[in-house]
């Protein structure tokens, strides 16, 4: 069965450094891997997919995520943060293992952008 | 602009009472998802269906109730049974048909707090 741990409920970061968020899985078959961020009272929307093409892969608002099969991580980075970056993350995983389309998500990380 | 809509975006139920969360999408997809988020425990899945008038239960079904009569329409049902109900309920869905490689579509969410 597929899931997904990350690392540190809670990240706080001075604007204008690095952002990054660990994610590691766990799949028996090639996974397919998001990123999701929720602002308050929002629902989720997508940062970036990784599905065997690429291992670095590019989303929005300047984000990346590079999928490392040796290490079963996919952490998320942004070179710069911005005080719109803070919000939750959500690392998932495809539960390829049916046919449903299911998603597995972690527990979230909550990214606070101090000035 | 497709989308996911769900309303209302606030709710409150008495003791007792069911109340019905509404999810409507125009985005032509096939499979449709109801998550109940708390916080520090990321997503969990509560119900999902794949076709009309067929759905199956997620990790936490118990108390809650859905049906599929419309491809667009997913409502879900929170019944008396269901305890501990106050959560923010988010509605998604995604084209299953590609295997698992395309995200899901989230809505805002609806707040369901208790009288």
């Known amino acids: 069965a597929q899931s997904v741990t990350q690392l540190g409920s809670h990240v706080s970061v001075s604007e204008g450094a690095l952002v990054l968020l660990r994610c590691n899985y766990s799949?028996?078959?090639?996974?397919?891997l998001f990123w999701y961020v929720q602002y308050p009272n929002q629902g989720l929307q997508l940062l970036l997919k990784y599905t065997s093409a690429a291992t670095l892969v590019k989303g929005i608002n300047g984000f990346e995520a590079e999928f490392k099969k040796s290490e079963t991580s996919f952490h998320l980075t942004k070179p710069s943060a911005h005080m719109s970056d803070a919000a939750e993350y959500f690392c998932a995983v495809s539960v390829t293992t049916d046919s449903w389309g299911k998603l597995q998500f972690g527990a979230g990380t909550q990214v606070v952008v101090t000035p | 602009d497709g989308g996911i809509t769900q309303s209302p975006k606030y709710l409150f139920r008495k003791e007792g009472q069911n109340v019905t969360l509404s999810c409507e999408q125009n985005?032509?997809?096939?499979?449709m998802y109801w998550y109940r988020q708390d916080p520090g425990q990321g997503l969990r899945l509560i119900y999902y269906?794949?076709?009309?008038?067929?759905?199956q239960k997620g990790d936490i079904a118990e108390g809650y109730s859905v049906s599929r009569e419309k491809k667009e329409s997913f409502p879900l049902t929170v019944t008396s049974a269901q305890k501990n109900p106050t959560a923010f309920y988010l509605c998604a869905s995604t084209n299953f048909k590609t295997g698992g490689t395309q995200p899901q579509h989230f809505g805002d969410g609806t707040r369901l707090s208790i009288l």
């Open positions: 269906s794949q076709i009309v008038n067929d759905f």
């Open positions: 985005l032509n997809h096939d499979a």
């Open positions: 799949s028996s078959v090639p996974p397919y």
